[in-house]
């Protein structure tokens, strides 16, 4: 389960962001704080938390800044490179660049990177790359080319491997793409060909890629809106040759092809991807989170500024230009199941509760307290509930519901499982949701008499609960033949396998009425069956006249003859429905949340089968059983279309007086008139 949360404006300032959008944008030394480089003169240190710039520095007019301003994590230094070879190192304390430690390089930089653990990496456009210390011991150095003639850099990145960094980064020559990959720990430089089949021969507009032990996952967005994921061995096999890797679809039509802006990819966690591109050809700029695992669309969040199709990720924190501002969207991944991928994860809050929000707004904190007339009884307060709690050493409300699971009776573990569900929720909720169905499933199984169903229906209530997290859930509730707690599941589980469906269903099948009649079983699903069929019973047993016409009269009688050449002994034919309403509603109750973005409704669902009835028509005329049917239908329509007659006479009645009306003037005289309806 993913999700995005509200977004904020981090500057207010109008960046210079060019038609490509901006530069880039670079974590400093500090978790909260970020450089941004505009794509022309400027870099400014933001502060997220303050929602404001700390510093701004700006070259001289007539140069420009050519590649993105990273932090030297060692030094606490930044690093930039303006007019392609010049380097600038500089720091907090320093305020005009012109007068910063300047070093002028031998060849054309495509930019620096830098993480933790390591120093900082300058990459040139040649391919070649180099550590700062030694650049900087002799910045004049040669530098060699290790790529191609025409062939350009599109994207790289930089990781840290087993404390060893590692870079890839990605050429393009001709249409044909390829990737290289070096290891600083074995100084070994192997380059791969990224195969493209035939149906995949599209220009590819955005690269992210995240590691693992033994492979490096690169994920490409093509132009015709689909992902592919290319795995790259950290440790090749022959690092001479040009390598073969081919890609395997992912996604499909995640955008729409060729869109307006471009469009941006970048990797959330092993299971999640952020993709910023418009969705559909005519709609607008979208920012949406997929689970890869499960395919599944996750959240999505329309931008209806605009974009630049530039997309940064740090610490569960979304960068982009919306308009021409700066904005972060906080997002949040739960760790994929599939019960998450179908959205049946649900989060619920007091409603109660006023959230504060991750972010302050100084403009609008006095309705939580901050900055206003009061804040200094907000504080003793606040010192008051600290004082508080701090007497009050208790064990935890999680504790204590584990505990009593042990050994307690059902009904002081059902008080213990309210009170924890009456708290608020913290990040650890699901996993002490999923330990205490174990516990009590655990003890279940121990124990023969001990089933506190109570408890684990609200548990299956907190839309935390799946098949796959609790399989020993249904089973318990089948071999105690509870049908209450089976319907229960069936409303909630979303991945109930097919074997656990079909033994709900024999169970459904082969319990007594007399069994359901004690059972409390949701009757929602047929509430409107049970309605219409008393009033098909009601119709049947009232002979009803509307408008003043009866349908048994004249020519609606002839139809019935056949049909009423029975013995004179012969009963009427009653017919029941064999289901009582509660076995009903254990079958007839299905959820329409279908997968996809546009889902069919129920009302596409039956004009689709509509048609198939419509086009064995003549299949359903030859059953004998239907003719009954077929005889009662064009009895009501030709009743209905006596009706229509009549109620249309009527109208040209009225529409006739209406003129006489209007076309009369009498000024005042006095005068009688009758008038005959035929």
């Known amino acids: 389960m993913a999700a995005l949360e509200e977004e904020f404006t981090l500057s207010t300032v109008f960046l210079g962001a060019g038609p490509d959008g901006l530069l880039g944008v670079e974590q400093s030394d500090k978790t909260d704080q970020f450089l941004v480089t505009d794509s022309g003169r400027t870099v400014i240190h933001y502060k997220v938390s303050d929602q404001k710039p700390l510093g701004s520095w700006s070259v001289k007019q007539g140069h420009i800044i050519t590649c993105p301003a990273v932090c030297n994590f060692q030094t606490g230094e930044y690093i930039v490179v303006h007019d392609s070879k010049v380097l600038r190192i500089w720091n907090n304390e320093n305020v005009n660049l012109d007068k910063v430690f300047k070093a002028t390089l031998s060849a054309e930089v495509f930019r620096i990177h830098s993480i933790q653990g390591t120093e900082p990496l300058v990459q040139f456009k040649g391919g070649a790359v180099r550590g700062l210390e030694a650049l900087l011991a002799e910045p004049q150095q040669k530098i060699e080319t290790v790529i191609s003639d025409e062939e350009v850099i599109k994207w790289s990145k930089f990781f840290m491997a087993f404390r060893y960094p590692v870079l890839i980064f990605i050429t393009e020559k001709h249409g044909n793409y390829f990737a290289y990959v070096q290891m600083f720990n074995s100084c070994t430089l192997s380059k791969y060909t990224l195969l493209l089949g035939q149906e995949e021969k599209s220009v590819i507009q955005s690269f992210t890629a995240s590691m693992d032990r033994k492979f490096i996952s690169l994920l490409s967005l093509s132009s015709h809106g689909c992902i592919y994921e290319t795995l790259i061995p950290t440790h090749p096999s022959d690092t001479e040759k040009n390598q073969k890797v081919a890609r395997s679809l992912l996604l499909k039509a995640v955008v729409s092809g060729n869109p307006r802006n471009g469009v941006a990819l970048t990797v959330l966690d092993r299971d999640h991807v952020a993709v910023l591109g418009p969705p559909l050809p005519a709609s607008k700029e979208c920012l949406s989170i997929w689970n890869i695992k499960f395919q599944t669309l996750q959240t999505s969040k329309e931008l209806p500024q605009g974009t630049s199709g530039q997309l940064w990720n740090y610490g569960e924190n979304l960068f982009m230009l919306h308009g021409k501002f700066l904005t972060v969207i906080p997002y949040k991944c739960e760790v994929s199941s599939l019960a998450g991928a179908l959205g049946k994860?649900?989060?619920?809050?007091?409603?109660?509760?006023?959230?504060?929000?991750?972010?302050?707004?100084?403009?609008?904190?006095?309705?939580?307290?901050?900055?206003?007339?009061?804040?200094?009884?907000?504080?003793?307060?606040?010192?008051?509930?600290?004082?508080?709690?701090?007497?009050?050493?208790?064990?935890?409300?999680?504790?204590?519901?584990?505990?009593?699971?042990?050994?307690?009776?059902?009904?002081?573990?059902?008080?213990?499982?309210?009170?924890?569900?009456a708290m608020k929720q913290t990040p650890d909720f699901h996993a002490i949701i999923g330990d205490v169905v174990t516990g009590l499933l655990?003890?279940?199984?121990?124990?023969?008499?001990?089933?506190?169903?109570?408890?684990?229906?609200?548990?299956?209530?907190?839309?935390?609960?799946?098949?796959?997290?609790?399989?020993?859930?249904?089973?318990?509730?089948?071999?105690?033949?509870?049908?209450?707690?089976?319907?229960?599941?069936?409303?909630?589980?979303?991945?109930?396998?097919?074997?656990?469906?079909?033994?709900?269903?024999?169970?459904?099948?082969?319990?007594?009425?007399?069994?359901?009649?004690?059972?409390?079983?949701?009757?929602?699903?047929?509430?409107?069956?049970?309605?219409?069929?008393?009033?098909?019973?009601?119709?049947?047993?009232?002979?009803?006249?509307?408008?003043?016409?009866?349908?048994?009269?004249?020519?609606?009688?002839?139809?019935?003859?056949?049909?009423?050449?029975?013995?004179?002994d012969a009963t009427e034919e009653i017919t029941s429905c064999p289901v009582i309403p509660k076995r009903a509603a254990l079958f007839e109750n299905a959820t329409m949340t279908l997968p996809g973005i546009h889902p069919p409704t129920l009302n596409q669902i039956m004009d689709w089968?509509?048609?198939?009835?419509?086009?064995?028509?003549?299949?359903?005329?030859?059953?004998?059983?239907?003719?009954?049917?077929?005889?009662?239908?064009?009895?009501?329509?030709?009743?209905?279309?006596?009706?229509?007659?009549?109620?249309?006479?009527?109208?040209?009645?009225?529409?006739?007086?209406?003129?006489?009306?209007?076309?009369?003037?009498?000024?005042g005289l006095y005068s009688i008139e009758v008038l005959e309806l035929f």
Request: proline share 5%.
């Open 442 to 568: 655990g003890r279940c199984k121990a124990e023969p008499s001990f089933y506190p169903r109570n408890c684990l229906m609200q548990l299956i209530q907190t839309h935390v609960l799946s098949y796959s997290l609790c399989p020993g859930l249904m089973e318990v509730a089948l071999e105690k033949t509870d049908v209450q707690m089976l319907q229960l599941c069936l409303q909630h589980f979303p991945d109930i396998p097919e074997s656990v469906t079909c033994a709900c269903l024999k169970i459904f099948l082969s319990i007594g009425d007399d069994s359901l009649q004690e059972a409390d079983i949701s009757m929602e699903s047929v509430f409107d069956y049970s309605d219409s069929a008393q009033e098909e019973k009601m119709e049947e047993q009232t002979e009803i006249l509307q408008n003043g016409f009866n349908p048994g009269e004249e020519n609606c009688n002839n139809c019935d003859q056949e049909l009423n050449e029975k013995p004179q």
């Open 609 to 667: 089968i509509c048609l198939l009835l419509d086009a064995n028509f003549t299949v359903v005329v030859m059953i004998p059983e239907a003719k009954r049917l077929l005889i009662n239908l064009y009895k009501f329509v030709k009743s209905q279309i006596c009706v229509y007659s009549e109620l249309n006479k009527i109208e040209v009645s009225f529409r006739e007086l209406q003129k006489l009306n209007q076309e009369k003037n009498n000024r």
């Open 345 to 421: 994860l649900k989060y619920s809050q007091d409603p109660g509760a006023h959230a504060m929000p991750h972010f302050v707004n100084w403009e609008t904190s006095q309705e939580y307290g901050l900055g206003s007339q009061n804040s200094e009884q907000s504080r003793r307060n606040l010192r008051r509930r600290k004082i508080e709690v701090s007497l009050q050493p208790q064990m935890p409300a999680s504790k204590q519901l584990l505990s009593a699971i042990k050994k307690d009776s059902e009904k002081h573990i059902e008080v213990e499982l309210r009170k924890f569900l």
